[in-house]
């Protein structure tokens, strides 16, 4: 069975306040979950040990980034294994904010995802297409050509440590998500090109994201190519991020 996760990514908001409340709450609720979602927070870099702090290895913690070096003279950065040191979990690697404003490609992904995975973290991997990829009728070649190359460096036997998010780029923050029935015709894609590369697809967890709220959750994860979701915005308010992770039916 496919490890179901939602996972909060508060990007460049938050603070110590934050951590200590809201990381209290989705803890003290998360113990009851009787779904099997694994809690997921992905806070800024500077605040991962007040979240770990809070989480108590009950929510797992993430990294929104890091760099594409293990160590050295690269003022700023961050990487796999200082996150795993600090007790990190999950990273996150070529958001659309990264490929977007901070001009990260399919390479660059691809090699932090391979440093990623090979310092025993979990790599979730982002993928989406823009308005114009999807009104032209490229999406789903645009997202298997993301899937190909960001992930085209992961051996055998590091293939339970990828998780990837489709998260159309139109999505995201705009309040507009993908109908449930796009969605999951997408996530079908996905595997069927994870598949097509060796990877064990039908094990491998895939994750939306994109203006999911408590209201639409449940369409989205009723979806059986959906396995979790990566939220933004609705991460930030504790009652209806809780209310995303009971999204799922009971675990049968
Ligand atoms: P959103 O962000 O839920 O605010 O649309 C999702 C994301 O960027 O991961």
């Not at 003290?28 to 806070?43: F, Q, Y």
């Not at 979990?122 to 993301?146: N, P, Y």
Request: aromatic share 6%; charged share 20%.
């Amino acid at each position: 069975m496919r490890r179901r996760i939602v996972a909060g990514n508060w990007k460049m908001n938050g603070s110590k306040d934050l951590s200590e409340e809201l990381v209290g709450y989705v803890r003290s609720e998360a113990g009851s979950l009787d779904n099997g979602v694994e809690v997921v927070i992905i806070p800024p870099a500077i605040y991962i040990g007040n979240v770990l702090d809070h989480a108590r290895g009950v929510v797992s913690v993430g990294i929104q980034n890091v760099g594409q070096w293990q160590s050295g003279a690269y003022t700023g950065e961050v990487s796999p294994d200082m996150a795993k040191d600090a007790g990190c979990r999950y990273v996150l690697v070529g958001h659309s904010e990264r490929r977007q404003i901070f001009g990260e490609t399919d390479e660059l992904v691809a090699e932090k995802v391979s440093l990623v995975v090979s310092s025993g973290l979990a790599a979730i991997v982002c993928v989406g297409e823009t308005l114009e990829e999807r009104e032209s009728g490229q999406a789903e070649s645009v997202v298997a050509g993301q899937v190909r190359a960001g992930l085209a460096s992961v051996s055998q036997e590091k293939w339970h440590n990828i998780v990837v998010a489709y998260e159309p780029v139109w999505a995201i923050g705009t309040g507009k998500t993908a109908t449930s029935d796009d969605a999951q015709a997408m996530h079908a894609a996905i595997r069927g090109v994870l598949k097509d590369m060796g990877a064990p697809a039908e094990e491998i967890s895939l994750l939306y994201g994109g203006s999911v709220k408590a209201d639409n959750a449940a369409a989205l994860f009723s979806e059986p190519d959906i396995d979790g979701g990566l939220i933004g915005g609705a991460s930030l308010v504790a009652k209806e991020f809780m209310r995303i992770c009971r999204s799922f039916p009971a675990a049968t």
